[in-house]
Nanobody
C-alpha cells in the first residue's frame, strides 16, 4: 500500500517561500496521479495542485484557483518524491498541506474524495 510522508512546513512571514516535500513508498513511482491539497482551520479541504506523469513525461499539471503562478509542483522519480514550491506566501495560505495519491493513473481528479492515499499533513502558517 502507498505510504506518503509530507515535510517542509513551518511558520513563515508573508512574502516568504517554502518547499514542501512528499516522500512516497509502497508502489513504483514511475507513473501516476498525485496531488497537493490543503485544509485551512475550520474549512474544507481544497485542491492545491495536481500532476499526472509517466516516466520523464508530465501529461497534466494544474493548480487551484489563485495559486497558479505562485505555486509549482515538481517530482523526482529517482527519489520517489513530489514537491510543492510555494512563493510569495500569504496569510490566506495558512493551512495543513497534504500530499495525496490516486489509484487511477490516467484519469485526473480535483476532488479529495477520489484520492485514496494520504499523508499526515504538514502545517504551514503565514504571518503578516
Amino acid at each position: 500500500q502507498v505510504q506518503l510522508v509530507e515535510s517542509g512546513g513551518g511558520p513563515v512571514q508573508a512574502g516568504d517561500s517554502l518547499r514542501l516535500s512528499c516522500a512516497a513508498s509502497g508502489r513504483p513511482f514511475n507513473s501516476g496521479i498525485m496531488g497537493w491539497f490543503r485544509q485551512p482551520l475550520g474549512k474544507e479541504r481544497e485542491v492545491v495542485a495536481v500532476i499526472r506523469w509517466d516516466g520523464d513525461k508530465t501529461y497534466y499539471e494544474d493548480y487551484g484557483d489563485s495559486l497558479k503562478g505562485r505555486f509549482a509542483v515538481s517530482r523526482d522519480n529517482s527519489k520517489n518524491m513530489l514537491f510543492l514550491q510555494m512563493n510569495n506566501l500569504k496569510p490566506e495560505d495558512t493551512a495543513v498541506y497534504y500530499c495525496a495519491a490516486r489509484k487511477a493513473k490516467t484519469i485526473i481528479s480535483y476532488r479529495p474524495e477520489e484520492y485514496e492515499f494520504w499523508g499526515q499533513g504538514t502545517q504551514v502558517t503565514v504571518s503578516s
